[in-house]
């Protein structure tokens, strides 16, 4: 069974720092694209970025772009989002997601969800 | 960009409901429809514009090609009651129409 497991995320500061991680069990990981997506309190969904299964290429959507890092451990099954400069529009439950094929494609697999509030 | 109409669906149960999604440029047949429930992550229903993902009802279907697609749901269950996204992964960045949700008439 493919489980998807994210932790870290809570309240943080605006321009404060927070990592999520997320825990990946039920496949070859190493051969997945991997993504994070985040969907504000009450709003639509909206993707925040891309790696690819090697790790070797990754994509941001602008806003986050400079701001967050996406990265991955293969020998640990495990995909990460290490997000800097928090600001109050970064308010989401951040989900990760597996990509239906090794190059791509759409989410065929979601985590439970995570929740980051930046807040004062 | 990817437009979805109408906002808001009210459908009887056991009626059909159609969805729509437009999209600002082709997107070939990179197209995925999805489902979420309230606190629930979405699912996976549709990809490849008509491709139903697994354990997806027959009940379910995708339709369209290049910019403008639609999700036909033929009879809807209790169940089915939900919001729905379309997604475009042809180009970056990847990206997710404003949802549309169908509700008890």
């Known amino acids: 069974e493919v489980l998807l497991l994210e932790s870290g995320g809570g309240l943080v500061q605006p321009g404060g720092s927070l990592r999520l991680s997320c825990a990946a069990s039920?496949?070859?990981?190493?051969?997945?694209?991997m993504s994070w997506v985040r969907q504000a309190p009450g709003k639509g969904l909206q993707w925040v970025s891309a790696l690819s299964d090697s790790g070797h290429y990754t994509y941001y959507t602008d806003s986050v772009r400079g701001r967050f890092t996406i990265s991955r451990d293969n020998s640990k099954n495990t995909v990460y989002l290490q997000m800097n400069s928090l600001r109050a529009e970064d308010t989401a439950v951040y989900y990760c997601?597996?990509?239906?094929?090794?190059?791509?494609?759409?989410?065929?697999?979601w985590g439970q969800g995570r929740l980051v509030t930046v807040s004062s | 960009v990817m437009t979805q109409s109408p906002a808001t669906l009210s459908v009887s149960p056991g009626e059909r409901a159609t969805l729509s999604c437009r999209a600002s440029?082709?997107?070939?047949?990179?197209l995925a429809w999805y489902q979420q429930k309230p606190g629930q992550a979405p699912r996976l229903l549709i990809y490849g514009v008509s491709t139903r993902a697994t354990g997806i009802p027959a009940r379910f279907s995708g339709s369209g090609s290049g910019t403008e697609f639609t999700l036909t749901i033929s009879s809807l269950q209790s169940e089915d009651f939900a919001v729905y996204y379309c997604?475009?992964?042809?180009?970056?960045?990847?990206?997710f129409g404003g949802g549309t949700k169908v509700e008890i008439k």
């Open positions: 039920g496949f070859t990981f190493s051969s997945y694209a």
């Open positions: 997601a597996r990509r239906l094929t090794t190059d791509g494609g759409p989410f065929d697999y």
């Open positions: 997604q475009q992964y042809n180009n970056w960045p990847l990206t």
């Open positions: 440029q082709t997107v070939k047949s990179n």
